[in-house]
């Protein structure tokens, strides 16, 4: 079995803050794929990043950065300099190395205040 | 270019009815997954269509069963819908088979069951 947990249900930041989501999983695997999605309010998930359990470099793509860290098995996401627009829903998903499998956390619900 | 496409976007059904909903994929895309989103919670994965088969299914009963055609646009059915269904239903394409592949969304159909 496999589980994904991000803890934080809901965070609240004025923007330009920095923020950072954590996404916690468990998984037998050692081959697996971590993902982030976004869900605005229009309801339509938005890819954000998939990382393979053997790269784990971070990534920074404009404002969005990602810390993967096997030995804590963990993979979080960090806005830097956070906008209004940043409020949503983040996902965090894991899929197993036989790719049949495929669970998302509950979701942190993100507000960026003005 | 389109992206992935859902009809209807609301739907209410009483206990007992079925039900079918519809998604076309983003050009390009030969696969489509769907998912279940019950609100506050994060998507499950229902199952995944490839080559007009069912390849993988996470784990929900078999009233929900679904079609792929030949133009890869999909139906999910629902038969004997309890309460529970009631959720946002989500349609997914991509390429290729695999869930670990990057997946575009639609904006979903929001399915109220009385």
């Known amino acids: 079995a496999q589980k994904v947990t991000q803890a934080q249900t809901e965070i609240s930041v004025v923007e330009k803050e920095d923020v950072t989501l954590d996404c916690v999983y468990e998984t037998r695997d050692t081959t697996y794929y971590l993902f982030w999605y976004k869900q605005p309010p229009s309801g339509e998930l938005v890819f954000l990043i998939r990382r393979n359990s053997f790269d784990e470099q971070n990534e920074i793509s404009g404002r969005y950065s990602w810390n993967f860290q096997k030995s804590t098995s963990s993979f979080n996401f960090t806005i830097t300099a956070s906008q209004v627009v940043d409020s949503a829903v983040y996902f965090c998903?894991?899929?197993?190395?036989?790719?049949?499998?495929?669970?998302f956390g509950g979701g942190t619900r993100l507000m960026v205040k003005p | 270019d389109a992206g992935v496409t859902q009809s209807p976007t609301h739907l209410i059904k009483t206990r007992g009815q079925q039900v079918t909903l519809r998604c076309s994929p983003k050009?390009?895309?030969?696969?489509v997954s769907w998912y279940q989103q019950a609100l506050g919670q994060g998507p499950q994965f229902i199952f995944q269509y490839y080559e007009e088969e069912e390849r993988q299914r996470g784990n929900f009963p078999d009233r929900f069963s679904g079609h792929q055609f030949p133009n890869y646009s999909s139906e999910l059915n629902v038969n004997a819908l309890l309460l529970g269904d009631s959720a946002l239903y989500l349609c997914a394409s991509s390429r290729g088979q695999g869930i670990y592949n990057e997946q575009f969304f639609g904006p979903g159909t929001r399915l109220t069951v009385l």
């Open positions: 050009s390009g895309h030969d696969t």
């Open positions: 998903a894991l899929v197993n190395n036989a790719g049949n499998m495929l669970t």
